[in-house]
């Protein structure tokens, strides 16, 4: 079983892009969810997907199983999504010794951009990039399950606007 530990920040300024070292397409779907536990259906660049568990509570650290799946399997799951299917793409931008993830919205959260750093333990604190705003990890609105299940495209993205 694989843990997995993240915190995730809004990005407030372009500054990482100077930084990418790699970049993939996401299309992905919830096909079922339940209070404490996910199935994610995710299509990467067209080419490859994968199908994740993700169990527990707490928004920084949960079990998670992911497996490859072929990819037409993949977009006939997408097809049953609950909700909306989120778009994105994902940059990778190396930052003292971290990978950081920053993940650029299309689709219906066009305009959101998350950052997320993966972890080895919950008390890590890595350094922060200049890019880097304010703290949304505990902030349920940010999930992308809660993204893809309760539309709060409006709340997120026209608010964001104004304070990023």
Known sequence: MAKEIERK????TNGWRGEVTSSSDFV???VAA???RSLRVR???DRRATLTIKIGRQM????EFEYEIPVADAKDLIGSALGI???KTRYEVMHEGFTWEVDVYAGAYEG???AEVELQHEEQQPPLPSWVGGEVTGDRRFSNLVMATEDLSRELCDGLSHSA
């Open 9 to 12: 920040f809004l990005v407030k």
């Open 28 to 30: 992905q779907a919830y």
């Open 34 to 36: 339940v209070e404490d």
């Open 43 to 45: 299509v990467i660049d």
């Open 60 to 63: 920084i650290s949960r079990d």
């Open 85 to 87: 299917v989120l778009e």
């Open 112 to 114: 959101l951009v998350v």
